[in-house]
């Protein structure tokens, strides 16, 4: 896929690709983390305006990495719906639309925080709901960063970005993915989903992305703090 | 009205101004001839602006119209020898005093209260503000007192109450104070919205304003009065001159050939020390919070024998530190004060004879306020003494003193329909009893900030508030207002209580109390900075060293710490830019320096610092234009000295910027300060082929200006601000629980959602609006770059940066400007690596 990098975790081979999701080849599974789905509805029936479009591209997106990677599951790493206030009939009518046309994917949840109070997706949108740490091959997919003996976890929760410096006082904040010894946690997915900065460590290895292109970090270092 | 009529009409009322002269003449005094101008326009039912300085009598010009008119009803009534004035008995509301600062009010209050008490009137007179204890709430909830002195955000709050219209049925006046200081804020437009439903409920109340002698008094009465007023029944009315003011300088012993930047301006603390030494009572003023913290710090440091009778004052002190302060100050306890514009207002203290300013003055009219703090006993003079905290400054109190010799007074200029604060002021009517659009419409025109408002506009706001603004989706699970008949109003009682706390919060960032563990508050600081801290971590606030323990219940827990040293707070919005007045003066002085003129001690001063600016570059003339290259371990720097403040060199930055990446892929950094701008880039920019190519043209600004705009940031830091005021965040409420949370989402994250899936929605048009209207105040802006096509470019190629670059080269704080791909950008970059705290 273009603007995706094919790495190595666990022993597997992954793809980050640019749309924020990771795709395990040999395991014909897509891996999305932190849709956020209704996060938009959950604003309106509070009387704070959100357009609703926010949920149709996250939708379309979902189609298109479907389409070119040609997987047959998605596993959702937790963060399905936002609350139970999002779920309103517009949007949970779009997402009745998206899984009927692709009526043969197997997909699975990995409850995180957010399902717990929003409940989970309706039967009929054939998501089977777990809590995790789900184990699949050498990889525990889960929501929250953990770790898990005898298992890589892959993860979300955190919406991890990361700040870059370089030359001539450049300075940049883009969605990243994390890997660091025991766990790698995952881009949000949602559209209407924000960044948190990650403290990273030695030996961690970052990935960013722009949305076009995932891009490894080479060097980790320790900028110069500004005076305040 | 002529000025015969005027005197005739003088003489007429004289005699019935008995009551107000045997008062007056009870304290010793006579009222000035302003004073009884005011009482007969008042009582002939005119409206009006007053104007003069701090501590002239402005305040008993307004009051005692109203208590006149009560005397006069009342003549004929046989008082009731009443001890106490009860609230179920006294008079309803009859008068709305609005004043900016809550911190005010008390004062406020007291001052309104003698006349009361010594003419025996049965008014009840309180103020209502943030900081009112709950149960006079609870009180002023079943009956409000005759006079009540209130804030801007207590008006909104009143004007939220289903029984507003029977609140203000004996409404006869209301004065707000300080109108300069509100006039060009959204609390100012906010003000004028309320004055607009006033005038609808009570049409008889007469609206006083209190002013500070401001460049533009007519706009100032028009934003008060609405466009609606006749000019004959309105006037603007002068008061007493000013007292003269000496302004000077503190020159340090050792000038720096650099101008050493931001708050290492410390060197100056022993002649701070001395100076305050000379006085009974000093208040040492700053341009910023932090200032306040690091001074105060200083000070003592140097004189700890002063522990007790040193304090500072600034405005996210909690209320009754800053009313020990302020008791302190008046009763001559405190033999030093450190302080921000927190106490430029109001209040007078009497007992303080030196005033000391640390660093940029600024604006001519503000040091002028400043100065009027001291010498308050009759016929003394005020003194204000600058303290540089970079050599450049000096140079600003000497432009400064020019600005004042020759009478300048800066503008503040009013803003033009911000549509957050008519979103917010529509909810607000919509709970005060609901409305019927047409008419709210032309309410809402009568104002003079949106005496412009299209109909498009209108309509956008009510669809934002009851459908989401976009014509193409219904969302029946959105409806902030909904229609009830014929009118609007707002039925959701959890919309009603977030909006009712969302008022108070129009100004500043969100906000987190600072408490002890066990015990009282000290006052708030912005959430970003708590956010920033880890348990242990030490800071310094409110004068005191803490150590941080946790956040819980959005409040940020404290504990003393031993050590006084630790970060000190920052908090954002408080850098003001250069008036366009005082640039003007600089630019005389650095003229005059050109040519080999120094005059005044401050020139003086810097006269080493200018000649070693000539030797490596050029000391610009007022017909020039300086631009510097040079190149460092960072990259190639651009430096441009046009010296036309901060916020326009931030537009200038961003346009030439803009312009320059035009022409090949190119990322820039920017910083910008009062007296020009760098652009850094880590290749070599191509300055003379965009000198040739019209660099600095004022052509193609209308597609250039805003293409500019959307390359940085601006607008979407702008738009913090707005998504505030139109209640798309919360600044957290108290003791929300989980369901708040689910409702978090920054301001950054609603602009770029709305700029990709609304881009019509207005609110993001008003951001790019106010940027360039008043962040980057697009007239001066034009005005500026007027003049710069007409200067002579002078490009220096300096062997080191220069004294006048120094300040710029270490400003962190940056904008960003590219034409290149972002994937190319980052792989030029490094991951910075935060110290591993074993936790994410």
């Known amino acids: 896929m273009t603007g995706a990098v094919e790495m190595d975790a666990a022993g597997e081979e992954l793809e980050l690709l640019p749309d924020h999701a990771v795709f395990w080849r040999r395991g014909s599974t897509l891996m999305v983390a932190d849709p956020h789905f209704g996060k938009a509805a959950t604003f309106r029936a509070a009387g704070i305006f959100v357009p609703e479009e926010t949920t149709a591209m996250t939708l379309t997106r979902l189609d298109e990495l479907l389409i070119a990677t040609g997987a047959e599951r998605i596993i959702f790493l937790g963060d399905f719906l936002h609350a139970r206030e999002g779920r309103a009939p517009s949007t949970l009518d779009a997402i009745e639309e998206w899984r009927a046309a692709h009526p043969w994917i197997a997909m699975t949840l990995v409850r995180g925080n957010h399902d717990v109070r929003a409940g989970d997706p309706p039967d009929s949108l054939r998501i089977e709901c777990v809590d995790g740490p789900l184990i699949d091959g050498p990889f525990a997919l889960a929501h929250h960063p953990s770790i898990v003996k005898g298992a890589y976890v892959l993860a979300g929760h955190v919406h991890p970005g990361a700040r870059l410096y370089g030359a001539g006082r450049e300075r940049v904040r883009v969605p990243c993915f994390w890997f660091g010894r025991d766990y790698a946690i995952l881009p949000a997915f949602g559209e209407f989903t924000g960044l948190a900065d990650i403290k990273a460590n030695p030996g961690d290895r970052v990935w960013v992305t722009t949305g076009e292109e995932v891009i490894a970090i080479a060097s980790v270092s320790v900028p110069q703090r500004s005076p305040n | ?840």
């Open chain 2, 1 to 840: 009205m002529t000025a015969l009529a005027a005197s005739i009409d003088l003489l007429n009322s004289r005699d019935t101004f008995v009551d107000v002269d045997r008062w007056f003449a009870s304290r010793g005094w006579r009222p000035f001839g302003f004073q009884r101008e005011v009482w007969s326009a008042y009582r002939s039912g005119e409206s009006g602006l007053i104007h003069a300085a701090t501590g002239t009598g402005k305040t008993l010009a307004a009051w005692w119209g109203p208590l006149l008119e009560w005397l006069e009803e009342t003549r004929d009534v046989v008082p009731i020898a009443a001890k106490k004035v009860r609230r179920s008995t006294a008079p309803p509301l009859r008068i709305l005093w609005i004043t900016p600062l809550r911190a005010l009010a008390a004062d406020t209050v007291e001052a309104l209260a003698a006349p009361l008490r010594d003419l025996e009137i049965p008014w009840t007179l309180e103020s209502r503000t943030g900081d009112t204890p709950a149960a006079m709430r609870a009180r002023q909830r079943k009956r409000l007192p005759t006079a009540l002195v209130t804030t801007p955000e207590s008006l909104s709050l009143l004007l939220t109450r289903e029984d507003v219209r029977e609140l203000f049925a004996d409404l006869r006046a209301v004065v707000v104070d300080e109108w300069h200081e509100l006039l060009g804020t959204k609390r100012g437009v906010q003000v004028e919205l309320a004055l607009a439903r006033v005038r609808t409920l009570a049409p008889a109340a007469r609206v006083w304003g209190l002013s500070a002698t401001i460049g533009n008094l007519e706009q100032a009465r028009d934003s008060l009065l609405g466009g609606t007023h006749s000019r004959a029944s309105s006037r603007i009315v002068k008061g007493v001159e000013p007292k003269r003011v000496i302004v000077d300088s503190l020159i340090p012993p050792i000038i720096e050939r650099f101008p050493w930047a931001g708050h290492l301006g410390t060197q100056m603390v022993p002649q701070v020390v001395a100076a305050v030494e000379e006085g009974e009572s000093a208040i040492v003023f700053t341009n910023t919070r932090s200032q306040t913290e690091i001074w105060y710090q200083a000070i003592l440091a140097a004189r700890p024998e002063w522990a007790g009778t040193i304090a500072l004052h600034h405005g996210s002190l909690d209320r009754r530190k800053r009313d020990w302060v302020e008791d302190g100050l008046r009763a001559g306890t405190l033999r030093c004060v450190v302080a921000t514009s927190s106490l430029d207002l109001g209040v007078d203290f009497s007992p303080v004879d030196r005033v000391l300013q640390i660093g940029s003055p600024k604006g001519i009219a503000r040091l002028l306020q400043r100065a009027g703090r001291s010498g308050h006993r009759p016929g003394a003079v005020s003194r204000i003494s600058c303290v540089p905290t970079n050599t450049l400054e000096l140079i600003e109190v000497a432009a400064v003193r020019d600005g004042m010799h020759a009478g300048a007074v800066e503008a503040r200029a009013p803003l033009e329909r911000p549509l957050d604060v008519l979103a917010q002021h529509v909810v607000t009517v919509a709970l005060g009893g609901g409305f019927e659009p047409a008419q709210l419409l032309a309410e809402v025109r009568g104002t003079r900030a949106y005496a412009g408002l299209t109909d498009d506009e209108w309509k956008w706001t009510i669809a934002f508030l009851t459908s989401g603004g976009t014509a193409l989706t219904a969302y029946p699970e959105y409806a902030r207002l909904v229609r009830d008949g014929d009118r609007y109003v707002v039925q959701d009682p959890e919309i009603a209580r977030r909006h009712k706390m969302a008022i108070g919060t129009i100004v500043g960032d969100a906000h987190i109390s600072v408490n002890y563990v066990h015990g009282r508050a000290l006052g708030s600081v912005e959430e970003s900075f708590i956010a920033r801290l880890s348990p242990g971590d030490r800071f310094v606030f409110a004068g005191t060293p803490l150590e941080f323990i946790r956040v819980r219940d959005m409040k940020a827990w404290v504990k003393r710490a031993s050590s006084v040293k630790g970060a000190i707070p920052r908090w954002a919005g408080s850098r003001m830019p250069l008036s366009g007045e005082l640039a003007e003066m600089l630019r005389g002085r650095l003229g005059e320096a050109s040519e080999g003129t120094y005059r005044d001690a401050e020139m003086e001063a810097v006269h080493p610092m200018l000649e070693l600016q000539r030797k490596w570059s050029a000391i610009p003339r007022p017909s020039e234009l300086l631009i510097e290259r040079t190149k460092s371990r960072d990259g190639w720097h651009l430096y441009f000295f046009p010296f036309e403040g901060r916020l326009v060199h931030e537009g200038l930055a961003a346009l030439l910027a803009y312009r320059l990446a035009r022409l090949k892929p190119i990322t820039f950094s920017m910083s910008s300060n009062d007296y020009g701008f760098e652009l850094t880039s880590a290749e070599e920019p191509p300055l003379g082929e965009a000198l040739a190519a019209g660099l600095l043209s004022p052509d193609n600004l209308v597609d250039d200006i805003p293409a500019s705009l959307n390359a940085t940031e601006m607008a979407k830091r702008q738009f913090r601000e707005i998504a505030r005021v139109a209640g798309l965040v919360f600044p957290g409420f108290p003791r929300a629980g989980k369901s708040a949370r689910q409702l978090q989402a920054t301001s950054g994250l609603f602009f770029e959602v709305f700029r990709q899936y609304d881009p019509s929605n207005l609110l993001l048009t008003q951001a790019h609006r106010e940027v360039l209207e008043r962040q980057l105040e697009r007239s001066r802006l034009g005005r500026t770059l007027q003049r710069i096509a007409g200067a002579q470019v002078v490009v220096t190629s300096p062997p080191k940066i220069t004294p006048l670059a120094f300040p710029l080269w270490v400003d962190r704080n940056r904008e960003r400007v590219s034409s290149e791909k972002l994937a190319d950008r980052i792989r030029r970059m490094q991951l910075s690596l935060e110290r591993a705290a074993g936790k994410t």
